[in-house]
Every structure is written in C-alpha cells, then in structure tokens.
C-alpha cells in the first residue's frame, strides 16, 4: 500500500522517533516475564541428559519427591504429547530414549528453586549409553539420501509423525526430516556453457541466539483446562496454537500472555518451554509453576542454530556471466525438526544470493542428529549460506581474473531477471547493485585511503577490503496475515492492539508512527499496548521472517482508515456534510469548504451525544486485516512458485587489517547498505543495521558450539561461547539505506531485522583472502584459522574442475 | 542460585585464623568472590561457610615501603591496583596484567591475592608477579611462612596454600620496582576473555624476566636472561620452559607459535 | 541473618539466607526487579549495580556482604518522574532495544561519568565491556554518552543513498 508521498509531507513517518518503549526500559519499570512473580507460584527446574543418545532404563523420583517443598515431578512416560511446528517429532520429556545432550528426562516444580535443583539432584536416572549420530554427513546415505544408510536412526519413527505436506518431505527410514529441491533451466547445459568451474565445500557450526533474557515461562493450568501462559516468546498465537493442538484442548481455553520480551533473534519465535511447565502446573493442582532457563540451560535444553555443511559448484563464463550453480546443502538438524525444516526450504530457494543465475540446480536436506535442535535463527539460514555462497563468488572471480566487486555487479538481479523459483525482479523489486556499489564507495574499494596506507606502512599489518551482497525475503506461509484493532479514546489518543510482537526491534514504534501518519495526530498521542494477550488482540501469525513491518504496518493502515471511515460517517451526521466533504486533523473531523464546522474524536469517541442525550455512531475504534498477496505455495519437484512477500536486499562492504605472520586481524571499517523501500524510523533502521552487523561479525569471529567426540557440548557458557562486546566494535561503522519503494509496503518500507546479520561473515573472510590468499572455508573465523590457512596457502586451483587453460 | 551456607565476618586477623584453624574444609575464604561464587552456583563447591575478609583489620593493606617493597593484602582490588598512580609507574607490569584481567565491574570485585589462590594457568596477574619474585605470606594459628610465587602453583587449580591458612599479603622486593615492560594476551574477542595464551616481560638493566599464563598446568616463569640475549634464544628457552596443551580454545602449536610472537614482539618493545 | 542497607537513598532491614546474592535480594525481597539477571555468573553485566560508588555485578555479591552499604540501582537513576539527562540521552539516540541490558548498562555509565566527567570513546567502551548487549551493537550507546558528554562531533546517521 504506497502512494507516493513526498518526504517533506510526512509529518511522523520518515523521523526519527523515540522509541514509544523508551521510558519504561530506561527506568526498569519494565516487567519481563522473569521479573513477574504470581501468588502460589511454584518454580521449576529441569533433570538434563548428560548423554547424546541413550536409552532411558529407570527414573526414580521417589527421594526427589519426598523432600520437603516439591509439588510436582513429572517424568516422559506420564507425557504423551507430541510437539512440532512442521513435523510432530518431539516429545515435551524425552520418551524411553534421549536424542541429544541437555535433552530434558525428568522436572520438578516446588515452592523455591534451591528445593526444585535440590528435587532435581535427587532424580536418579538410568541410562545405557546407544552409539549417537553426530556428523551429518555421517547420518545419512550420501550417494542416496532417499535411501537408508548405515547410522543408526534418531527417529525411527519418522513415518508417522504428522508433518506439513504442503511444504515439506521427511524420507522415513532414513535421518532426513526434509528435502527439497529447486531446479532451474537446464543445469547440464549451463555447466557445458562455462568455461571455468569452481567447487568447493563450507561448513558453519551451530550458533546460540544470546538473548539477554533466557527463556522463561509461567503456566497455570486450572479446572476444566482453563490455561494461562506467560511467556517470553516472540509470537503469542504461534504458542496457543501448537500447544491446543498438542494437548487437544480447544483454543478458547487458553490464553497466552507475552510481556516485554529481553530479546529474540529466532530462538523464542515457536514454542518451546511451555508445553513442561503446563504439565507441572495441571500436576501441582493448578498452582502457577515458573521455569526460566540458566544461560547454560540456553545452550543445549533450548535450540539453537543448525549448523550446515554445503557444496557450491559455479560456472562462470570468460566474460563473468555465472551460467550455472549446483548446491547441496546438509542442515544439521540435530534431534528435532523445528523450523530447521523450513530453513531449510527458505534457504534454498535463496541460496543463489542476490545474483541471477540462469541454470541453478538446489538438493538440501535437513539430517537428524544426535544433537541439541535447530531453531529459527536472526537471517533463517541466510547468514550460514551466504558465508559459502560470497566466499565462491570471490573464488570464482578470482579463478577468470576479475575483480569481485565487478563480477558481482555484473551477475545482480536487475529488472527483468528472474530467481531460482521462477519470480520476475521488477524495478519496484529493489535494488541490490546500487547496495553494492554505495558499500564499495563507503570503504573506498579498491585503493586505500593516505591514512590506510600510513598505517599499513607502520604496523606491518595488510589491509583488505571486500564487499557481499545480500538478500531475504521472509519465509512464512504465502498466506501470512495479520490484524490490528485501534480504539479512539475519550480524550481524543488512539490505543492500538496488535499480536506481533515488539522485542526490542522496534516495530511498535514505526506502527505508532504509521498510525499518526494518517490518523494526522502526535505520535506521542498513540498507544500500542505492550503487553499481548491473546484473549484481547487480534490474530498475528509469528513474530519472524522481517515481516512485521510490512504486514503490520499495512494492516496499522487499514486500521486507521477503517476508524476515519466510521469517524466521517458519524461526523457526517452531526455536521449535516457528505462524508466526500469531510476531512481531518489530529483533533477530529471538519467540513473542507467550512472549517469552523468541526467535531472532535474526543466527542465522537465513545458514540456521539446530542444536547438533548439523544446519542448516534457508536465506539469509535476501527479494524485492519491484511494478508499476503499473491504467493504460492513451491512446487515439490522443481521448487517453482512465489515465495517472496518482497526481497530485501543488502550489501557489507568490509575494512580489515590483518598480521600475515600469526593470523591476527582487526576490523577496521563496515559500510552496510540495504535497500529498505522506505526508511520509516531511521534511528531505528540504523540500530537494527548496526546491531545485526554486530551480531553477524560474532558469528563470523568467535561463536559457535563445540562438541567432544560423544556429542557433550563442550562450551555451554560465556565462559567459552563469546560474544562481542563493545570493544569489539570495528573502528568505524557506517549505515546507509537505499529508497526504492515497495509497492505493496506501507509507505513503500520492506522489513530489514534480519538482514544486516547476513554476509557480513563472507566479507571478513574476503577482506582477509584479499589481501593475505588465506582461504578459509569454515566460519568462525579464529586467529588461529588464520594463521594454519596461511600456513598452506591453498591456490585457488584446488578448487577448480574445469578450466579453458590446461593447467590442471 | 547458590547452595545453602554460613557466612562470617571477622574482624581480626586472629579471628580468622582461628575459623580456619578448625580444619573444617568446608569453609572457604571469600575475598572478591568473582570466582568463588561462581564456582558455588556451578556446584563445583559447595561449601558450609564462607568467611569474608574484607572488613578484616589489617587485610586491605596497600603500600610501598622502600625497605620491603609493595605489599598487597588480600582484600586489595585489581581496580585499587589499576588507580593507584603511583604504583603503577614504580611497577607497571602489575598495571598491565590487572588491565587484562576480566571486565571493569569484575576488577571492582576481584583481588589481586584472589587471582593468585584460584591458580588458574590463566591467572592474568600470576605473569606480573612471577616477574616480579613475589613473595607470598602464608599465615595460619601454627604460624607464619614465605614462599615465593612460583613455589605457589603446583597444579590447576592447585597450591601449597593448607586448609587452615590465609594469604596474608603478597611482597614485590623494591628492587624490581621501575623496570620496563609488557603484557601480551591473546584472546578470542577484545572485550573480557580468559587468555588462550599471555606472555608479560620485565626488563631491568641487566635482566630480563619473562612469564607466561594459560601455557603450562601452572603459570610459568622462564629462567632469567641477559639484557643481551638474542630474541631467539629467549624465544626457544621460553618454549622449553612452557607446555601447553590442545584444548578448545587453542591448539597448542598456536600457544607455543604465538609465546614466541609475544615474546619478541615485548622485546621489541622495550628495546625501542 | 538480618541486614541492613540503603538502596537509592531507602533504607531497608531484612531476613536473609547467608547464600543469597544481592540480585536476588534487591528482586525478590525488595521489589526492585529492574536490576536482571542475564547469566548468574558475571560474564554479562545485566545485573551491574553501584555498591559503595563501584559498580559490580549484583550476582557476585552476598546480599550478606552488603550489609550497611549503599547501593544504587537503575530505579534510582529517573528523579520524580524525569528521566536523568544520561537517560534522556538513551532515549535520543535509540540506546535501547529489548530493554534487557539497559539497567546494568546505565548503572555502569552512570559510575563512570561520576569518576569521569568527559569519558572518551575508549574509555566508554571499557566501562561497558562486561555489559553484554545482544541488540544494539553498542553504537547507539556510546554515541549516547558521547553526546550527553558534550564529545559527540556529528550525529549517528543514516545515510540516505
């Protein structure tokens, strides 16, 4: 929904507005789930697996129950649930086997948390060691993924499981919760068109989201399964739904309520915790049973980011056309499904980058593992792809003698290109070369600046630039939707109630700033009510996918024009005026050819009195609904059809210096660019470029899970799984934003929550090949990478299959 | 969340001793904390009491004597070292391992005796003071005994300290004050990490000392070179003295590659 | 035991188990659940306090232990109902997101501009190195305190390209 409005007329949108959730946060007021204590509440604690696969022999809970204080124990044979957003695979306790190290055996609710750890110390469980399923490779038949290969399955069972047919292909008997493929052109031909082909082969490990709150979750569950939720998660509906269909409880009956939320990034998008907790609540007759995860709890009870194994293969031209590209992508999984399934879809049909790739060949597979689970993750497999795909991009450049940045302006999607599922780029689409181009000018490519030189001279250290281009469209149902309902209140302010979330992206804000937009009053004169209750607010899908902005911001719109509309009807009949006469202003409706006859929102708020108490209209509130339009879903054999609701697309350019002799590096300069439609809050659209850069950059620098030899995570803690802190800035960080507007986004803006955290990985390691040949293939990038890919200094002719010169 | 514990306030030296003269291994001295409690909540202790030193009398020394050097009592913060100006120029290695050491509200907290009594390999202080020749003062009822820094460490996480006693100041001589010197640590990220390998240097006229943490079981001190001696020599005789080990954050071919860096690229630097 | 202390010019007496820390003291037996906690195990800062004009991380100290100390905490920071000016500047600069590191992070800025008037930009960073910020990158923040500092030479933009 865009008319095209100049900037010099908007009064709201395009401003850097404080945020609307500035005051309570800065003050502590504020109340997260974590800091909510309800009367009678019990807390929980969680009986862990120390192994990655095991048969459950024996639990004896009888010491644990009979200390002094515990309520309710509840144990995986008691819990015939099944939970799962795309394929039903997880029990809420693990069932006679354990699948992953931290998988949750056994929980205790009691009146403190010293007496439920204390319960849970006193839970013996029985466990006889199975030989566990790590690599993923390992996990599957290789030549045949259809087929059933030698690793022991962790889910035997895959066959029944309910899963969505619609989007996904389990391959029962094997460890494979999906495949999906995309086949574009005609592959044979485009490799038989190249004249040089490179191969080569990534990997990134799993991540942890970091959310500052850990999870947390309160339940009551009362007679007659009346239940009550609260919980730090990203999409309210999203938990009622998964957990009515779990318990087949009807949806009425519950209710779930989400607070200020400590952060997000994917890993509270579905359900999670909640499904335990009711269980201990119905068990503990009905008391509210609080349990929120330790920091260690974070890392291998609740999910994390798959990790991901792939091969690219690239066909490129003499002239740098790239006419060819096969990729099979390995989703390490881990024990469950999740959305590691639709990451996996997701990433596929992206996994060509923002690049037109006229014969393009996808196989990804999610594999199961005896590992802690893959979840929805900040960028949805983009960050992990794009680290491979960016880093070939340079290899292939590199191979035909062409400089990078050329070779990726040379291959972008222009109007008139069309994607890996078939969808034409239009100009209105987006557009990524002059991303890329404005990231080259913002780190000076290709030169170095008098000050880059000097310092270069003086520490010895090589400084390297590079540049990614990005894209991502959100993955979610073609039939995404969302709604808003907005109230006039007595005094003339306007409340809005919305389901989406606001965890700290700031999309209220920008909500707030599109209702003022049109509603022509104060921002400050609008509420988006914080807290969501899913008894009170209208249905939103989930929280995720970058998708907010657009889908809530058209339905804020909707919204609005739905109130004005009922305004000018009443106003209509007080002012004796045609409502095609009527127009307004912050304070209330007049007549255009008569200002002096007026009649505020005040007034007609709560319906409109007459002198003589005679009353008309009714409550002044108004509803937007919208739903995506025009999406399909993918074709099963050829992975053909719209998936996209709009592309946003990017670019880092990246300044490093690096020590040839250890490997040591320091980021001295990123220029993000990303063409985000419209900019609605640009304060805000830069805090979610810096610190989504920010948060790639730990992935590409320092985090990421490492297991020993029998699956035992081996840095469950801050103490070993860094992130970055303020000192780990880069020198100087710019941010910029290209304006090409969205057709059918509010004021023409595409979500970008996402997208700085993408790519941003391949220009460090690209920055580094650059300038140093260090060519690395897995993220993240140590010192000590570095340094041992310095040590071999691979030519990139170990990479190519093919070559017009005869050299191989 | 913390198991369940007494705690103690005393405030005579004596009072402590005495507490800890019961030879109760269950009782634990609490001077920062910032490891101690951190263990506890882990469940790695789980002790029956804790004493607190820092509102003990006499335990908060801090003060250079020019006959008996810097003494350092065991309730003094990393950050009490870093203000203190004066200090930090007579002896700027401690300054510089301090520096290193955790974040700032960390250092708020942590002791620079704490630092030592943990005995990690990774200790950042432990470097400084090998330097240094530090002198420990054990005290417990039986008495008192000096032993130098680097008789402490016998092990990870592992000293000479017994069960009843304390450490009741550390002693830098006053002859090592003023030298020159460095602390190279290398970490994972910029911001507060343990070293995956550190190497600090003292240089006086005619020696040079060179320490290295997160290399060995215990924090190492190298034998004492000649002002003269070649940066390869000292870089070799520094790898014979260390042995790291492989472990998740580092392999150890990179400590021992990057010892030897460190150990150059500091001699480098105080021979500008 | 029974302590006493003094939380934003409050004095408050109460029961507490020997083995309780001083986070879960100012949350659970004042009230005051502005202070978070974001990891137990001082790596993250989101429970930073000022204790005695330092600021620590609240879940390494004993409630205990601060008996008869004077402890400040983010509810302290607004006056009557106006943000402080270091607040203020937060607000401005867009220096919040999820809002979870925000109270910890104050309070350590807050420390430091009383033993700092003009921090640099080096010296901001180090004040806050052990606050562990998952959403804003930290740039926002420092900008913040830059400018409430007088030391902010051009506003953080973004550019429009």
Known sequence: ?808 | MLCEFDYLEPTTLADVLEILGQGDAGVRILAGGTDLLVNIRAGLITPKALVNIKKTAGLDTFAFHPDRGLEIGPAVTINQLITNTEIARRYPLLEQCAEMLASYQLRNRATVIGNIVNASPSADMAPALLCYRAKLTLTSKRGSRKVGIAEFFTGVKKTVLAADEIVEKITIPASEADGKGGYAKLKRIKGHDLGIVGVALHKKQDYIRIAVSASAPTPILAPDFQAKDSPDYIAEQVLAAIKPIDDIRSSREYRRFMASVFVKRLLEEVRA | MKITLTVNDQVYTRECAPSKNLLHFLREDIGLTGTKEGCGAGECGACTVIMDGKAVNACLVLAAEANGAQIRTVEGEAKDGILSPLQQKFMEHHAVQCGFCTPGMLMSLRELLERNAKPGEHEIKQAIEGNFCRCTGYQQIIEAVLDLTGQLEHKGELRHV
């Open chain 1, 1 to 808: 929904m865009y008319d095209q409005i100049d900037q010099k007329d908007l009064s709201f949108v395009g401003h850097d507005v404080p945020r609307i959730d500035a005051i309570e946060k800065l003050t502590g007021e504020a109340a997260y789930v974590s800091d909510m204590i309800l009367p009678g509440m019990l807390h929980a604690a969680v009986k862990r697996s120390p192994h990655a696969r095991a048969r459950i022999v024996r639990i004896d809970t009888s010491k644990a129950m009979a200390l002094p204080g515990v309520r309710s124990i509840v144990i995986g044979d008691e819990l015939d649930y099944r939970i799962g957003l795309y394929v039903v695979d997880k029990y809420i306790l693990a069932r006679e086997e354990v699948r992953h190290y931290g998988e949750a055996v056994a929980a205790v609710a009691a009146d403190t948390l010293i007496i439920a750890k204390e319960a849970v110390r006193l839970i013996e469980v029985e466990y006889e060691p199975l030989p566990a399923v790590l690599a993923p490779l390992d996990a599957i038949n290789i030549d045949d993924p259809a087929k059933p290969g030698k690793a022991p399955l962790v889910h035997p069972k895959l066959g029944e499981y309910d899963h969505v047919r619609n989007a996904f292909t389990p391959q029962p008997g094997t460890n494979v919760a999906n495949y999906t493929k995309f086949r574009k052109g005609d592959i044979d031909k485009g490799f038989a068109e190249a004249d040089w082909i490179v191969e080569r082969q990534y990997t990134n490990p799993s991540v942890q989201h970091v959310p500052m709150e850990t999870h947390v979750a309160i339940v009551q569950w009362q007679a007659g399964d009346r239940i009550t939720i609260w919980t730090s998660a990203q999409s309210p509906y999203a938990v009622r739904n998964l957990f009515c269909h779990s318990f087949k409880i009807p949806h009425k009956n519950v209710r779930v309520i989400i607070p200020y939320i400590g952060g997000g990034f994917g890993g509270k998008a579905g359900i999670g915790i909640e499904p335990l907790v009711a269980c201990l609540s119905r068990k503990a007759g009905g008391r509210p049973v609080k349990l929120q995860a330790t920091r260690e709890e974070e890392f291998s009870l609740l999910p994390c980011r798959s990790a991901l194994t792939y091969r690219i293969k690239t066909g490129v031209r003499k002239d740098g056309k790239i006419v060819a590209q096969k990729m099979t992508m390995y989703w390490d999984s881990g024990a469950y499904a999740d959305y590691a399934v639709n990451v996996t879809r997701a990433s596929g049909y992206s996994c060509t980058g923002p690049y037109e790739i006229p014969n393009a060949w996808v196989d990804a597979y999610t594999i199961y593992t005896n590992k802690p689970y893959g979840t929805a993750y900040r960028g949805f497999g983009h960050v992990e792809f794009s680290w491979g795909l960016e880093r070939q991009m340079d290899l292939a450049a590199r191979t035909i003698g062409m400089d990078p940045l050329e070779f990726r302006r040379l291959n972008t999607l222009k109007p008139g290109s069309v994607t890996l599922t078939g969808e034409r780029i239009t100009e209105h689409t987006g557009n990524v070369t002059k991303c890329i181009e404005e990231a080259a000018r913002g780190i000076h490519y290709g030169k170095l600046t008098k000050e880059e030189a000097a310092r270069q001279k003086k520490t010895g250290w090589k400084i390297g630039k590079s540049v990614a281009g990005l894209q991502k469209a959100p993955a979610m149902p073609p039939f995404t939707g969302t709604a808003i309902f907005l109230k006039m209140n007595e005094d003339g302010t306007a409340t809005a109630n919305v389901s989406l979330t606001d965890m700290g992206q700031g999309t209220y804000t920008s909500l707030a700033q599109m209702l003022a937009e049109r509603l022509r009053m104060p921002v400050e004169n609008i509420k988006i009510a914080f807290e969501c209750d899913t008894d009170r607010d209208p249905y939103d899908w989930q929280t995720v996918a970058s998708k907010g902005l657009l889908i809530a911001g058209n339905a804020a719109i909707l919204a609005a024009d739905d109130l004005l509309a009922n305004a000018y009807d009443m106003a209509g009949q007080i002012l004796r005026a045609l409502p095609c006469d009527l127009d307004h202003d912050g304070k209330g409706v007049f007549v255009r050819h008569n200002h002096e006859k007026k009649i505020s929102f005040a007034e007609m708020a709560a319906g409109y009195a007459y002198p003589d108490g005679n009353g008309i209209g009714g409550p002044l509130v108004g509803v937007g609904r919208y739903i995506a339009q025009g999406l399909t879903n993918l074709d099963k054999a050829t992975g053909q059809g719209n998936p996209a609701l709009d592309w946003t697309y990017g670019a880092h350019g990246l300044v490093a210096e690096i020590n040839e002799e250890t490997g040591e590096y320091n980021i001295l300069k990123v220029c993000s660019v990303f063409d985000v439609g419209k900019a609605i809050n640009p304060a805000e659209v830069r805090g979610q470029a810096v610190g989504g850069m920010i948060q790639g950059l730990g992935t590409a620098c320092c985090e990421g899970y490492i297991y020993d030899a029998e699956g035992r995570l081996l840095n469950p803690s801050f103490t070993d799984n860094k992130i970055f802190t303020a000192m780990d800035l880069p020198e100087v960080i710019e941010s910029a934003v290209v304006e090409t507007a969205q057709l059918d986004g509010p004021f023409g803006a595409r979500g970008v929550g996402e997208h700085s955290m993408i790519g941003v990985c391949a220009a460090l390691g690209n920055a580094i090949l650059q300038v140093t040949g260090a060519e690395l293939t897995h993220m993240p990038i140590r010192f000590e990478d570095v340094w041992r890919a310095l040590q071999t200094k691979q030519s990139p002719d170990a990479w190519i299959v093919k070559s017009p010169v005869k050299h191989l």
